[in-house]
């Protein structure tokens, strides 16, 4: 199984949505950002892709284990059929292949100038997703 032909980011956003639900957001993200400094150091590199497919993972979890509305409603959304860009958003021209040295000083490093850029569009292009935003808008109050 793929996500946008990717193997890799169906193995991401499986595993985010599983610590998700073993045992919450934060963890399961700071886990995700961890694996992906570990490959800008001598690995297959920093992937903003990869953040983006842990992100929707624990996104996907946590929307659909909130409560029992929140359930029923991803459940419904799922009755009809499984649609990627529902729940994943493009990602293909995201940067990858960052190793360290480029991270710190293209990016700043995690939390640097440039890293927040991209950080905050995988957040902006996530919440865009149709399933992600009618379930937030659906446990929002008013």
Same mark, same amino acid.
């Given at each position: ?62 929307? !659909? ?35 360290? !040295? ?41």
């Amino acid at each position: 199984a793929t996500l946008r032909g990717r193997s890799d980011w169906t193995k991401h956003f499986f595993v985010s949505a599983a610590l998700t639900v073993l045992s919450a957001q934060a963890p399961s993200d700071a886990i995700g950002l961890l694996k992906e400094e570990l490959d800008a150091d001598g690995g297959s590199g920093f992937s903003f892709g990869d953040l983006m497919a842990d992100r929707a993972g624990t996104t996907f979890a946590l929307l !659909a284990t909130g409560d029992d509305a929140a359930a029923r409603a991803i459940q419904a959304r799922l009755g009809g059929g499984f649609r990627v860009g529902d729940f994943f958003p493009e990602a293909a021209d995201l940067p990858e292949d960052i190793q360290d !040295a480029e991270l710190k000083s293209r990016y700043g490093g995690v939390g640097g100038p440039l890293f927040r850029v991209y950080a905050a569009e995988v957040e902006r292009r996530l919440w865009n997703c149709p399933a992600y935003r009618a379930l937030a808008a659906a446990r929002s109050p008013g």
